[in-house]
């Protein structure tokens, strides 16, 4: 049964995902609206939203029943009394379902989900692992140009997945209903290490780019190095240690359950990229 409401908020409606998210709603005769951190009430479709202060979950939530919620980290402290009091304003507002994009194998990501799970809304959580597009619009691209990614993933493998597939399936289960009360574990259907990534795109290229691999210590060092806070660097490189200690070297089947095909390959991603 298709879900009747039209107005579908995306938190983080500019990023990779979300600008993926709201372009594909519109195909779907929606009307999705996103949020920024920059105040103007004069663009259409755009609400002011700050995960750092509650006052504008109100708002931003005005006429609003279907909800994308996407997270800066829902592994961050904190993160579970923000999610706690924006779920908590959705149901004094007009939100009847919200769908949460999350995280794989993290305690602390579980803890947000169950926030979301055990409110009145109908919901759905969408687990994805790592996007391929990392590498070609996120946090990896430098590196691939430069010659040189430097994280500190060592030998555990990842199913990466294209955000095109992730979109597809986060705007089925937010205009289908057949999707609520369901956990969806997105991922690529293939395991492979950060280093074979990097090499794939280094061949497509014709370029000989580097994979270096710093232990957690010497990361967050290098975290520190390009700017970052010394708190923000140390809860990254933890949360880092956590999920690449191998707990999500394993392929879900999401995409599958959701779309009924298979997830894009990594190799196709590597072809119809330029980087």
């Not at 919620?69 to 009091?85: F, K, R, W, Y």
């Not at 574990?185 to 950060?194: H, Q």
Request: aromatic fraction near 8%.
């Amino acid at each position: 049964m298709k879900s009747l409401t039209k107005n579908v908020l995306i938190i983080g409606g500019k990023g990779k995902n979300g600008r993926r998210v709201a372009e594909k709603l519109k195909s779907h005769k929606f009307n999705p609206i996103v949020t920024t951190r920059t105040i103007n009430e004069h663009v259409e479709n755009e609400r002011y939203f700050d995960w750092n202060d509650s006052s504008t979950f109100g708002p931003a939530l005005k006429n609003i029943e279907i909800v994308y919620i996407v997270h800066p980290d829902t592994s961050m402290l904190g993160a579970d009394q923000q999610l706690e009091g924006l779920i908590t304003e959705m149901m004094n507002q007009s939100v009847s379902k919200a769908v949460l994009l999350s995280g794989r194998g993290q305690a602390s990501v579980e803890k947000c989900e169950k926030i979301l799970m055990q409110s009145q809304l109908d919901w759905t959580v969408i687990r994805s692992a790592w996007f391929n597009q990392n590498f070609s619009e996120g946090h990896f691209l430098h590196g691939i140009r430069s010659g040189e990614v430097t994280f500190m993933a060592d030998t555990v493998k990842e199913p990466f997945v294209d955000l095109e597939d992730l979109s597809d399936v986060v705007v089925e289960c937010l205009t289908n209903n057949a999707h609520n009360g369901k956990i969806y574990e997105v991922t690529g259907s293939e395991l492979l290490t950060f280093a074979e990534a990097v090499n794939a795109i280094g061949v497509k290229l014709k370029r000989n780019i580097q994979y270096q691999y710093l232990n957690q210590e010497a990361y967050r060092q290098y975290l520190k190095n390009a700017g970052l806070d010394e708190f923000i660097a140390a809860h990254m490189t933890q949360a880092f240690s956590e999920i690449l200690d191998g707990r999500n070297e394993s392929i879900g089947k999401g995409v599958t359950q959701v779309l009924g095909r298979d997830p894009i390959k990594f190799t196709d991603f590597v072809k119809s990229n330029k980087f």
